[in-house]
């Protein structure tokens, strides 16, 4: 189906296809508006939100994320750049990133904010509200926004959210199967920047459906290709949860311990991770360098670049004797990483785990990263620890199940690189040593001798 609406305004036009056509006619209380990378799902929901602004004085709508810091270069740059495309009455006074709202000369509003400010939320009431990226929210979240949904100012009162598929177990997926929400399933067909109307491939279609989506593989391409809602076959930290380990930036206590830890790769990426440690020995990644075809000499100044005046306890760094020599020809001095597989994975998944005061032991910041790789994007490739983890697995083995000896050593830099952070901070690889009554710390400990005189309070200890 297709519907075009002609903007009040503006002589500008928008083309609203499949599930966005079906949205303009949805009259359900929650919706989810699910599909692969670039369907135009956001565009399609921000440009229902523009038209029931101007056909329905004096509504209230919530824009929000997870994250009010993420919005300012995603789904405001749609509305902005996009949805009014021609210029809007309400483009005027503070600068996108500290907009709080947009007023229409009707008194209709749209209002922006992250659900990490959840009093905010609770103390408003909306007509309509829109969750980007959904699958980044908790249901919890979710059920929070829905019940905001009483300002009256129009019959239709409804709650949507948009996002990629995730994991079938996810709770959007869970919600729409049971029928709570209605499902609406965007595709790239739907998209006129991809897609003319007979189905042909626009050159920007050919360029990014048919060439960069296209490449992608594993459960990505499943999922950002596809639209599918897949899990990896045998994935290694089966429970990291998105919506509990991916956290929202804070400013970190100057009192808290700092590690790095540095995987080495030139065609394959370069990994470095910075760790903030609390009181409790939660560990949290803070900062990220992540990318491809830079030699070692170039990853350290870029370190100590982003790194600053911060103290370190440790940098923790791969084998690579040479490597790690360039590194301290640079000023950053490392200490090998205890590298034993199956250890560390266990201990990643038990810091995971949600201990019983309802909280992880292990984190990952949103924005962490420096700086994007574009050649690992445009193959289809992670960019960093948070999505290499979901294709992190093992491989199958003879009777299709999968072994369980060694995860695939494929995208799998930064994962290695919290493996050695976790190592280094529950003491793997460590044996306890007693040396005539004193008692060491070994990283790999060498044989022993203890001598004693007759007197045993002369003790010569000597190893070789």
Not at 120 to 125: L, Q
Not at 277 to 301: F, M, S
Not at 384 to 401: F, K, S, W
Request: aromatic share 8%; glycine share 8%.
């Amino acid at each position: 189906m297709t519907t075009t609406l002609e903007q009040p305004d503006t002589c500008q036009r928008f083309e609203a296809r499949g599930a966005i056509a079906r949205l303009f006619r949805c009259e359900d209380e929650e919706v989810l508006v699910e599909g692969p990378a670039g369907t135009g799902k956001s565009r399609g929901i921000l440009e229902r939100i523009d038209y029931l602004c101007d056909q329905h004085p004096g509504i209230r709508v919530l824009i929000a994320r997870k994250s009010r810091a993420s919005m300012s270069q995603s789904v405001l740059v749609t509305l902005e750049d996009h949805v009014w495309a021609a210029g809007h009455e309400s483009l005027t006074g503070a600068r996108r990133s500290h907009r709080s709202s947009y007023k229409y000369r009707n008194g209709s509003e749209i209002v922006v904010a992250g659900l990490d400010d959840p009093e905010r939320i609770k103390s408003t009431e909306y007509d309509i509200i829109f969750v980007n990226e959904a699958t980044e929210i908790s249901l919890n979240d979710w059920e929070m926004c829905v019940g905001r949904l009483r300002n009256g100012k129009m019959d239709l009162q409804q709650a949507i959210a948009d996002c990629n598929p995730d994991t079938p177990t996810h709770w959007l997926n869970k919600r729409a199967d049971a029928g709570t929400m209605r499902r609406l399933i965007s595709r790239h067909a739907d998209n006129p920047y991809f897609y003319d109307r007979d189905g042909t491939p626009t050159d920007m279609g050919q360029s990014y459906v048919l060439g960069k989506l296209a490449r992608l593989s594993g459960v990505r391409g499943l999922r950002l290709r596809d639209g599918k809602w897949a899990a990896a076959e045998g994935v290694v930290y089966d429970n990291y949860d998105p919506a509990i380990h991916l956290i929202d930036r804070f400013d970190i206590p100057d009192d808290w311990r700092r590690a790095r830890v540095i995987d080495f790769g030139y065609t394959n990426p370069f990994s470095c991770q910075w760790y903030a440690i609390d009181g409790d020995g939660r560990a949290y990644q803070y900062r990220e360098v992540y990318g491809t075809r830079r030699l070692v000499e170039d990853w350290a100044k870029i370190i100590h670049d982003v790194s600053g005046d911060e103290t370190y306890e440790v940098t923790i760094a791969d084998h690579d004797a040479e490597d790690r020599a360039t590194l301290e020809r640079h000023g950053i001095k490392t200490i090998a990483a205890h590298k034993a597989v199956s250890p560390g994975v266990e201990a990643v998944q038990s810091r995971l785990r949600v201990e019983d005061d309802g909280k992880a032991r292990l984190f990952i910041m949103r924005d962490g990263l420096v700086e994007r790789d574009t050649l690992l994007t445009e193959a289809g490739k992670p960019t960093c620890l948070a999505e290499e983890i979901p294709g992190y697995t093992y491989p199958p083995g003879v009777d299709g199940r999968p072994n369980k000896e060694a995860p695939v050593k494929a995208d799998d830099h930064a994962c290695d690189g919290m493996r050695y952070l976790v190592a280094w901070l529950d003491g793997l690889g460590k044996e306890q040593v007693y040396i005539g009554g004193s008692m060491l710390e070994e990283e790999q400990p060498q044989k022993v001798y203890d001598i004693f005189d007759d007197d045993e309070d002369d003790f010569e200890g000597e190893r070789w």
